[in-house]
């Protein structure tokens, strides 16, 4: 059974930093690409940011970009997202997913076969 467990998780003021961990079983993703989502109360899910297995990332945006990273540790296989300068905005509940598809879309939702069970981010001012 795979499985796609995540941590991390929290309440946290504004300006805070909180990481995200997500931890891979039952099958190896380390040649696959690997996203966090996000999705905030009567929203659709959003993507976040995205890895391949090389390294090199793509967010949803430039001003994501500035304070999340997104890294993996392949012998680990896990996937970690750094969030940093927090604001209330950025409260929601975070997924983590992996892709095994020959090719995908990193914002649709529908090209990831295994998703994390979720993780509430709460961001206070």
């Known amino acids: 059974q795979v499985e796609l467990v995540k941590s991390g998780g929290r309440l946290v003021l504004t300006g805070g930093s909180l990481r995200l961990d997500c931890v891979a079983s039952?099958?190896?993703?380390?040649?696959?690409?690997l996203a966090w989502f996000r999705q905030a109360p009567g929203k659709e899910r959003q993507f976040v940011a995205g890895?391949?297995?090389?390294?090199?990332?793509?967010y949803d945006s430039d001003s994501l970009k500035g304070r999340f990273t997104i890294t993996r540790d392949n012998a680990k296989n896990t996937v970690y997202l750094q969030m940093n300068n927090l604001t209330p905005e950025d409260t929601a509940v975070y997924y983590c997913?992996?892709?095994?598809?020959?090719?995908?879309?990193?914002?649709?939702?529908?090209?990831?076969?295994?998703w994390g069970q979720g993780t509430q981010v709460t961001v206070s001012s």
């Open positions: 039952g099958r190896s993703f380390n040649k696959y690409p």
């Open positions: 997913a992996a892709t095994v598809g020959d090719s995908w879309n990193w914002w649709y939702v529908g090209d990831y076969q295994y």
């Open positions: 890895i391949i297995w090389s390294g090199i990332s793509t």
